[in-house]
């Protein structure tokens, strides 16, 4: 596929999952950002976690939050802290619980705004090492909604960190999260 390049979005789009596969990252990292906006979600789950690492991390926001939702725990972690901090909270949300747990170390790099996107059961995915790296900050600026996720994982974040959660989010907490801060 040396001609990736004169291959129109619409052509790109309905390229079957097989051929979406034998793409080289060579010729991944080509793909424009109109040719990444047509991949359907079976098609960005076709690409290998080398792939994904080779879209350039301006190029990353391209890709449609249905899309993303077809990425793997592996590909979400070969993501660059680059491609993590240019996700939208949307993209963020669409991603699917193995693949919001697969972003690593790298969800401590996740702007405030981008935080906001994580939904609850993506916050239950996240691992240990994972919640005690985020800051007081960047709890305060999970939703809501988001704050049941942390169930009884809250006993992995320090008490500075837990400072940030605001009485809304407190009151938030599910009984199992609540039972275990004391």
Excluded: C, F, K, R
């Amino acid at each position: 596929m040396s001609s990736i390049t004169s291959l129109t979005p619409a052509q790109i789009a309905a390229l079957p999952t097989s051929s979406i596969a034998a793409l080289t990252t060579d010729n991944v990292s080509l793909l424009t950002t109109a040719q990444l906006a047509g991949l359907t979600s079976a098609q960005v789950a076709a690409l290998g976690a080398g792939d994904i690492t080779a879209i350039a991390s301006g190029n990353i926001t391209a890709l449609s939050s249905t899309a993303l939702a077809g990425l793997t725990s592996a590909e979400a972690g070969a993501l660059t802290t680059g491609q993590v901090t240019s996700l939208t909270s949307a993209q963020l949300h669409a991603l699917s619980t193995a693949a919001a747990d697969g972003l690593g170390a790298a969800v401590t790099a996740l702007s405030n705004a981008a935080l906001t996107g994580l939904s609850s059961t993506q916050l239950s995915a996240l691992t240990t090492a994972q919640l005690t790296a985020l800051s007081s900050t960047q709890l305060a600026a999970l939703s809501t909604a988001a704050i049941p996720g942390l169930g009884a994982n809250i006993t992995a974040i320090g008490t500075t960190a837990l400072a940030g959660l605001t009485s809304t989010q407190l009151a938030a907490l599910t009984t199992t999260g609540a039972a275990n801060l004391s």
